[in-house]
């Protein structure tokens, strides 16, 4: 392999170490870094949702979206760019985040479970893999949502490292006025929301998986479109070091349970497995990435 090929390699390694380490650390089991998961969290630490059990500021996204920005601008990649088919593209981004939340994870997090000893995970794969091949298809037949823009100017780019800052900003502070009303942020009293690792350790996971994400351009869809379309197996190097990064500490920490029924903040109904992941594919081939790309898109505003 190259020196590119070793460096995905390598990140992947570090990422599945490093997810493991933060359940080790007080992340939810096989969850140790989920975009779909801690993105619906942020959601119902904002109030946007109200399930008791899903609410929490995640420092991990924070850091991510932060830590590839930065390296992006350091770097001298950063572009802000938009324009191409803003609306369409919000409603698949819509109905990848349903897809993700209906088999409980992204296709990170799918890794992440298979590596954990859960075969429901499986199931997803093939499912996310059938649905990057159907998107394929529709590649070939002509679907382009169009090339976004370079902007003229660079601040709509920064609106989201700055509303990330803002975030921090109130997870530090510990705003909640009233557990019971709640506002600004809720907090999970019980469930996944209420279990994380120390905010100092989560933002750091949380940036050095945004500066690998930014250097590699990590994504699970693209990998697998890749190998379709010209048998470039590159991306997907990534997410075979992220499955055994995991796989190894999992084993090592005793938290490798293989089978179906009693995993971790999973359900084994096959058909909603399959078709979660499927729906995810679909919509990220159509869209150019999975919920984890949009750390390497910040490279570029």
Same mark, same amino acid.
Not at 51 to 57: E, G, R
Not at 118 to 127: E, R
Not at 237 to 252: D, R
């Given at each position: 392999?190259?020196?590119?090929? $070793? ?8 990422? %599945? ?14 969850? #140790? ?6 993105? *619906?969290?942020?959601?119902? +630490? ?20 932060? #830590?590839?920005?930065?390296? +992006? ?5 950063? /572009?802000? /760019?938009? #324009?191409?088919?803003?609306?369409? /593209?919000?409603?698949? %981004? ?41 998107? @394929? ?10 090339? &976004? ?12 490292? &700055?509303?990330?800052?803002? =975030? ?5 502070? %510990? ?11 809720? =907090?999970?009293?019980?469930?996944? %929301? ?5 905010? +100092? ?7 050095? @998986? #945004? ?5 590699? /351009? ?6 697998? *479109? ?25 084993? +090592? ?18 058909? $909603? ?29």
């Amino acid at each position: 392999m190259d020196r590119g090929k $070793w460096l995905i390699l390598v990140s992947g390694l570090i990422i %599945g170490a490093i997810a493991v380490t933060l359940v080790k650390l007080g992340n939810p089991p096989n969850m #140790g870094f989920c975009i779909a998961c801690f993105e *619906r969290d942020i959601a119902g +630490a904002l109030g946007l949702h109200r399930a008791a059990v899903a609410q929490y500021m995640r420092p991990e996204i924070i850091g991510l979206v932060l #830590g590839s920005a930065l390296t +992006a601008l350091f770097a001298g990649e950063y /572009r802000a /760019r938009g #324009g191409s088919a803003t609306l369409l /593209r919000f409603f698949m %981004g819509v109905f990848m985040m349903v897809g993700a939340l209906v088999f409980l994870g992204c296709p990170l997090r799918d890794i992440l479970r298979m590596a954990g000893g859960d075969y429901n995970a499986v199931v997803g794969l093939f499912g996310f893999i059938l649905g990057v091949g159907t998107g @394929v298809f529709f590649l070939k037949q002509g679907f382009d949502l169009g090339r &976004a823009k370079i902007s003229s100017s660079p601040l709509g780019g920064l609106i989201m490292p &700055a509303l990330m800052l803002f =975030f921090l900003y109130l997870l530090l502070k %510990g705003t909640v006025f009233n557990p019971a009303d709640g506002g600004p942020l809720f =907090f999970s009293q019980k469930g996944p %929301g209420s279990m994380h690792a120390a905010i +100092a350790f989560s933002l750091g996971a949380g940036l050095i @998986v #945004g500066f690998l994400a930014q250097r590699t /351009r990590l994504c699970l869809s693209g990998g697998i *479109r890749d190998f379709i379309l010209i048998r470039d197996n590159t991306l997907l190097l990534g997410f075979i070091g992220i499955f055994i990064g995991a796989l190894v500490l999992n084993i +090592a920490f005793g938290l490798f349970k293989a089978g179906f029924a009693g995993q971790p903040i999973a359900h084994s109904n096959h058909i $909603w497995n399959f078709l979660g992941l499927y729906l995810v594919g679909l919509t990220a081939t159509l869209l150019g990435g999975v919920p984890f790309t949009p750390a390497d898109s910040v490279r570029s505003g």
